[in-house]
């Protein structure tokens, strides 16, 4: 038997004990294939965000613009920032099928499918609004194998459907034609009061409210269960707007879910466990924290030193991401919250903010890192945190190549895809599907290049050199994004300014 010498042995340990410290510091780099779904001849290519826009074999919907002008002005677009035709669309097997539109209409938009292909979502059809007495911007659609169905209304001009479970049951809003005095906020910023709706079997029903004139759902989970934000009362607050609080509809019943002490809230989603996830103010409504809702009991998930955080998304395991303000409300970084503790997602070397929009069953995050000069975004990138591990940049982690610049990522599956926007070359936004490469099909031909037979190719490009277009754009949506999820607290505004 060969002996070994205490120096040995302890030469061994030193070794064995760096192998350790560097095995716990390697941060496990997944790789991607890349699809650009492209357009149908038009400018952009876009998706929902915080709705079920993918499933896990990869079916995956949105919407792109045509070629056409949309025939009326603005506020009236159907797309607003491009003011071109619409056309939604499904994405499976690396074919991309336009739905197509009602038989009045020009224009449509996804929000979400389930594992059946059921695809809902909006599409124009010809009308006026009985509020406004401006065309009908669109009307809740359903697509069901290639046939095409309009929701209706509550008597307004406009409604929307948001999310369907597995069992095809619907949900979404509508406008009842009854003028709105409270500021609920609309989908579309009119002035009509908005309903919350389910459909099934061809027949929409009015889901109720908490006490006041208005209600918007935002999930659905396969036991029937709704959840949402809804008026609590018909009186204005001091802030001159209606009181609002997070809801669960089950059974014909909708239950107030109650609050952090603040007279804002609502619930953004909700998983098989019937967990549900969102937002709400504490007293006084100067600081807006992230809950987690079960069984009875709101438990506020806490910030990263700030006084806002805000959940965006949750696993079926119950996994939180969202962002939270940092100490002293200086900074905005991304949050993965587990079993009571909120980790932070620290931004991409260079960069000064991280926002979370997805989560899966892994406890893999994706979103957005980006820096803020006190003026502008002078650079941005989608990123992927696999199971809470620093962010990494998606642009560097694709076996294929793209001229495709990821600037958010906003949807994960629990089977690892990932559903990004990214800039082209002329400034375009375009969809980005990530396969994972042990997933990818080796006959995929809509990707930009080929499929390579290495390992994986570092993709080099990043969006450090935006143009005017890209910045006005990326400050857009920072900017609308940051304060719809920030329940009018106004400590918000200054991080944009």
């Not at 807006?288 to 069984?295: I, M, N, S, V």
């Not at 992927?384 to 949807?411: C, H, I, K, Q, W």
């Not at 499929?451 to 050199?465: A, G, K, M, P, Q």
């Amino acid at each position: 038997m060969k002996r070994f010498s205490i120096p040995a042995l302890a030469l061994a340990s030193t070794c064995m004990f760096h192998l350790f410290l560097a095995a716990q510091k390697t941060v496990h780099r997944p790789h991607y294939h890349l699809v650009d779904v492209g357009t149908f001849g038009g400018p952009n290519s876009v998706y929902n965000v915080t709705t079920r826009i993918a499933t896990n074999d990869g079916k995956i919907v949105g919407a792109a613009n045509t070629a056409d002008v949309d025939l009326n002005s603005p506020p009236y677009c159907f797309d607003q920032e491009t003011c071109f035709v619409q056309h939604a669309w499904e994405w499976r097997d690396g074919v991309v099928t336009d739905l197509g539109v009602l038989q009045d209409g020009y224009s449509s938009y996804t929000n979400a499918i389930n594992v059946h292909g059921l695809i809902v979502g909006q599409s124009q059809e010809d009308g006026v609004d009985p509020v406004t007495r401006g065309p009908i911007v669109f009307l809740g659609t359903v697509w069901d194998h290639g046939k095409i169905q309009s929701l209706g209304t509550f008597g307004g001009g406009n409604s929307i459907a948001l999310a369907v479970n597995d069992q095809n049951f619907v949900i979404g809003a509508a406008e009842n034609g009854i003028p709105d005095t409270l500021g609920f906020p609309s989908f579309l910023d009119l002035a009509s009061q908005i309903r919350p709706f389910g459909w099934t079997g061809g027949k929409l029903f009015d889901l109720g409210d908490l006490g006041g004139p208005g209600a918007f759902p935002l999930d659905v989970n396969n036991h029937g269960q709704v959840v949402g934000v809804s008026l609590t009362s018909s009186t204005p607050t001091q802030f001159g707007v209606g009181p609002t609080a997070p809801f669960l509809w089950e059974r014909g019943r909708m239950q107030n879910l109650g609050s952090l002490g603040g007279s804002f809230g609502g619930a953004v989603v909700i998983n098989e466990r019937g967990q549900v996830a969102g937002s709400s103010n504490l007293a006084g409504d100067q600081a807006t924290h992230a809950f987690l809702w079960e069984q009875g009991r709101m438990t506020d998930l806490g910030t990263l030193g700030g006084s806002l955080s805000n959940a965006a998304w949750m696993s079926g395991n119950g996994y939180v991401t969202g962002f939270s303000l940092t100490t002293g409300d200086q900074g905005i970084h991304a949050f993965l919250w587990s079993q009571g503790v909120m980790k932070d997602l620290i931004p991409i070397d260079g960069e000064s903010s991280t926002n979370a929009w997805g989560v899966n069953s892994r406890g893999d995050v994706v979103g957005q890192s980006w820096f803020w000069d006190g003026h502008e975004v002078t650079s941005s990138h989608a990123f992927v945190s696999v199971n809470g591990e620093r962010p990494l940049d998606l642009n560097t982690l694709l076996t294929n190549v793209s001229d495709l610049n990821m600037f958010e990522a906003d949807y994960v599956t629990d089977s690892g895809w990932i559903v990004a926007r990214g800039f082209s070359p002329t400034g375009e936004l375009h969809t980005a599907i990530l396969i994972p490469s042990d997933k990818a099909s080796n006959d995929m031909t809509i990707v930009n290049g080929p499929l390579t037979t290495e390992d994986h190719i570092t993709t080099l490009r990043s969006v450090n050199h935006l143009t005017p277009q890209m910045r006005a754009i990326l400050r857009s949506r920072l900017a609308h994004a940051l304060a719809l999820r920030s329940l009018g607290n106004s400590k918000m505004t200054h991080l944009l300014d």
